[in-house]
């Protein structure tokens, strides 16, 4: 007879408030309070969840036989962060299908041209910054990744609407674990986002605008479905903005690379005109130590037997992924930050999941993971080699609730000077 125990359990009618309350850390804390990688919850309105942690859940996690993505994000979500009918919500052939169109756009050359026009925009907003008294990394970095993203996409973007085009991206991803003014923000600019591609993608199909073929507004307004059907042009927008709305995202880990570099000032003078890998490892531990994404949502595909535990159809399972990028048996002295850990590392696809575990091809893994590690590495040789600046005295302390997480005064820097 299979094995079966009961699971610790988080009373409570409803315990969103609690995981509202405790963040980033909802997860963990119970972990260490139940010493166990897995526990029953009741989130959203009281519906059951299991919520695990640990690179064996990850495994589980990104089996598709056992769990599905659709249904499974809240709404306030898809409405702000994901999208109606996105990639994030689509299972099996049909999300293979489109997962594809995505990977094709990651290629090596790709990959080039978007790290070019990051370099371009950065050093050219460089020239304007040595000028300035102060500057907010944060919010002239969104301002140059939101043009790095158009750009490379192949969108049309004036420069008199970069920054408030800008803004609007950034409501999205700043909304996704947000209620009250953030939500209704990041729902309107998503609106507002939507509706200005659609009328883009319909230009291209009309002939009235040239899309040149490499780039995803090409390649997203002429892929057909698995019945050879044109996506919408609805839809269509939705995945350009899942491709520009995460790069532009990848602001929030430039300011925890420029924070890394303050609270570890020995790394900065060992960074310096230092080779690919020394780089690689800085990133790689940026990503595991600072806060980005909280979790992961899905829900139970058919019945299944899991380290003891019965696995219901349509219970809802949430990954914790910043409490695995933390977790005490895969990284020694996890709650340091350490690029050495990094040095001969092993690839291991359900360790390491700031934006998702398993393969790019066959599961829900961020496609765009290598080009945001491109344009982090990007970003700390260009903070590190060719510009100096002082920090001024300002509150870099970032909360655990707020999701995303940032540095409160969002990385000040004055007296830049270009090196």
Not at 221 to 231: K, P, V
Request: proline share 5%; with cysteine.
């Amino acid at each position: 007879m299979p094995y079966r125990e009961q699971i610790p359990i988080d009373k409570g009618f409803d315990n969103t408030l609690a995981m509202l309350k405790d963040g980033y850390l909802y997860i963990s804390n119970r972990r260490k309070r139940f010493g166990r990688d897995m526990f029953e919850t009741r989130l959203l309105g009281g519906q059951k969840t299991v919520c695990i942690t640990g690179e064996e859940a990850v495994k589980i996690f990104y089996d598709e036989s056992k769990f599905k993505r659709n249904g499974a994000a809240p709404k306030r979500l898809r409405q702000t962060l994901f999208g109606e009918k996105s990639i994030q919500t689509i299972d099996d052939s049909s999300h293979k299908h489109r997962k594809q169109l995505f990977l094709s756009l990651m290629t090596e050359e790709r990959l080039q041209d978007v790290v070019r026009i990051f370099r371009e925009e950065w050093t050219s907003t460089l020239d304007v910054w040595i000028h300035k008294e102060k500057i907010v990394l944060y919010d002239e970095v969104t301002n140059i990744l939101a043009t790095t993203a158009c750009k490379w996409a192949g969108v049309p973007l004036p420069q008199k609407d970069i920054a408030i085009r800008a803004r609007q991206l950034e409501a999205l991803f700043d909304s996704a674990g947000s209620v009250g003014p953030r939500h209704w923000k990041g729902r309107q600019a998503r609106n507002t986002l939507e509706m200005w591609l659609q009328k883009i993608v319909e230009d291209v199909r009309k002939g009235n605008l040239d899309a040149p073929e490499e780039t995803a507004l090409h390649r997203m307004t002429w892929f057909r479905d698995t019945h050879g059907e044109l996506l919408n042009p609805e839809v269509v927008a939705v995945e350009i903005l899942n491709i520009i709305r995460p790069i532009v995202a990848i602001t929030i880990y430039i300011v925890f690379v420029a924070l890394s570099l303050v609270e570890n000032p020995k790394e900065k003078d060992r960074l310096s005109n230092a080779g690919e890998d020394v780089y690689e490892m800085f990133v790689q531990e940026v990503r595991r130590y600072y806060p980005f994404f909280p979790c992961a949502v899905a829900r139970v595909r058919e019945d299944f037997l899991w380290k003891g535990h019965d696995f219901k159809k349509g219970n809802l399972v949430l990954l914790d992924i910043y409490g695995t990028n933390h977790h005490p048996d895969i990284w020694k002295n996890p709650d340091q930050f350490n690029p050495e850990r990094f040095k001969d590392r092993a690839e291991n696809l359900y360790d390491l999941i700031p934006q998702g575990g398993g393969e790019y091809a066959k599961g829900h893994r961020c496609p765009g993971e290598v080009l945001t590690i491109e344009i982090m590495k990007t970003s700390l040789n260009l903070l590190v080699n060719h510009m100096d600046y002082n920090v001024p005295d300002q509150n870099l302390s970032y909360s655990m609730r707020r999701m995303p997480s940032l540095p409160k005064s969002r990385f000040i820097m004055n007296q830049v000077k270009k090196i």
